[in-house]
C-alpha cells in the first residue's frame, strides 16, 4: 500500500556539511566546491533513476547545477550558516517511473512558486539492502530567493519558530493531496494522510527512524546473511524494535481481515434468512389467493350461492304426508280389531 512519508532537514555548516557535496551525492553528479576547492565525484554510484532543477522565471542561469550551488556557498559568511533546505519524500509504488517524475515536478514547482527558490530534484530507486517498493525523492532548495540577478534575501519561513511548523505542516498536508491526485490519476485506489495515527485515530504504533549509523550497520549484517543463506534479520536495537512492529502490524491486519471476514458472512446469512422470510410470506399470499379463486369457481356465486341447512336436497325430496290417507288406515285397524274380540257365542250353551 502507498505510505506517507516527508521529512524536511536543513545542509548546514556546522555539521561539516557544504551544498555542492549534498547536491553531488544525490544527483549522481561530479561537482568541484568552489569555495574550499574539493572534488565530489559521485557519478560512479548508482540507483539514480533522475535529476532535474526548477527556477523562478527569468532565473536560467541557475539551471547549471554547478554554477547554482556555487553561488549558494559564496552567497554564506557564517561558519554555521545553513545553505540549503532538504525535503525527504516517499513515492508510493503503485506510481511508473514516468508518474513519480511528475509528482516530484509538480512538488518542486509547488516549493518553488511558495517561496520563490531553486529547486533541484534527485529521485532514487529502492536501496538493494532494503524494501524493492522504497522509492523516494530527494528535494534540496536554496534558503536564498532566486532571480535573475543572482541569490536574494534569506526564506525566514522555515526558520523562525513561531511560522515554521505551521510552514512545515501546510507542506506536509500538500504533498498528501499531490500523492492522492497522483494515485487517483492513475487509478489506483490506494491513498496516504499527512497526519500522525494518533491524529487520525488510528491504533498503530509507527516504526522509530533508524539514522545513518543503524542504516549501515544493518546494510551490513543483512549482504552477510545473504550471503550466508541465513535468513535477514535485524541486528540494531533500533532495526529489532522496527522489525517487531512490523510483526504486529501483520499481525493486527490479519485479524483485522479476519473481523471483517465475519462480520460479511454474518451479513450475509441475514440476507439470506430476510429473502427466505420474504419468499416464503409470498407464496403463503399466493396459496391463498389461489383456494380463493377455486372456491369461487365451484360454487358459482360465491359462499352466498350455497343451499341452507333446512334446504338440504334431502328433505325437499320427501313427499308431503296424505292426512285422508292416514284415517283410512287408522278405520281399517280397528275394524281388524273389533272381528277379533266380539263375543264368543259358543260358551254357556
Known sequence: MAIYHLAVKSVSRSTGRSAVAAIAYRAGVELVNERDGLVHDYTRRGGVEDAFIVVPEGAEWAQDR????NAVE???KRKDAKVAREYELGLPAELDAGQRRDLIRVFAEDIRDRYGVAVDAAIHAPHDYG???NHHAHVMTTT??????????KTRQLDVRSSASIEVEA???RWAEQVNDALELAQVAERVDHRSYARQGVEMEPTVKMGH?????????????IAAGEEPHAVTPRGQMNEAIEEKRGLGAYLERGREWLQEMGQRVRDQAELAAHGMASLVQGAARTMRAGLQTSTGDGFDALPALDQSPRQQQTPALDHGQDERDRQRQHQRGHDRDGPDIGQGR
Open 171 to 173: 507542506i506536509r498536508e
Open 144 to 153: 536564498r530567493v532566486v532571480d535573475a540577478q543572482g541569490l536574494g534575501a
Open 213 to 225: 549509523a543503524s542504516a549501515a550497520i544493518e546494510r551490513r549484517a543483512y549482504a552477510e546473511q
Open 66 to 69: 554547478s554554477a547554482l550551488w
Open 74 to 76: 559564496a552567497a554564506e
Open 131 to 133: 524494501d524493492d517498493r
